[in-house]
């Protein structure tokens, strides 16, 4: 497994959790762009948070901005989740693009990217 992704759990609306993702170490060197997706029961995999892996440009969905943030730490990323919405709930992923074709930005679908996790539950209730 190349990217472990923790820290998901069910809370109440308005609470907060954080989310971490570890690259393993023969990965993270060859690593571009790291993000995350989210997916809910009906819905397809979405791109929320994104950014280079040694930091830069982020791009955030309209629909967290201003309550999700990222950061880094050594070869972990981490998705900063506060107010969470009962909308917010889905099971989010950790993915990791390593073909640096293109810039990160522009790597909207989950189809654009090749490396992911196995995934941590989100119910916001």
């Known amino acids: 497994v190349q990217l472990v992704e923790s820290g998901g759990g069910s809370v109440q609306a308005g609470e907060s959790l954080r989310l971490s993702c570890l690259a393993a170490?023969?990965?993270?060197?060859?690593?571009?762009?790291m993000g995350w997706f989210r997916q809910g029961p009906k819905n397809e995999r979405e791109r929320v948070a994104i950014t280079y892996t040694g930091g830069g440009s982020e791009y955030y969905a309209d629909s967290v901005k201003g309550r999700f943030s990222l950061s880094h730490a050594g070869r972990t990323l981490f998705l900063q989740m506060n107010s969470l919405k009962p909308e917010d709930t889905a099971m989010y992923y950790c993915?990791?693009?390593?073909?640096?074709?293109?810039?990160?930005?522009?790597?909207?679908?989950?189809?654009?990217?090749?490396?992911w996790g196995q995934g941590t539950q989100v119910t916001v209730s």
């Open positions: 170490e023969n990965l993270y060197g060859n690593t571009c762009c």
């Open positions: 993915a990791a693009d390593t073909t640096c074709r293109v810039g990160c930005m522009v790597l909207a679908d989950a189809a654009d990217w090749p490396i």
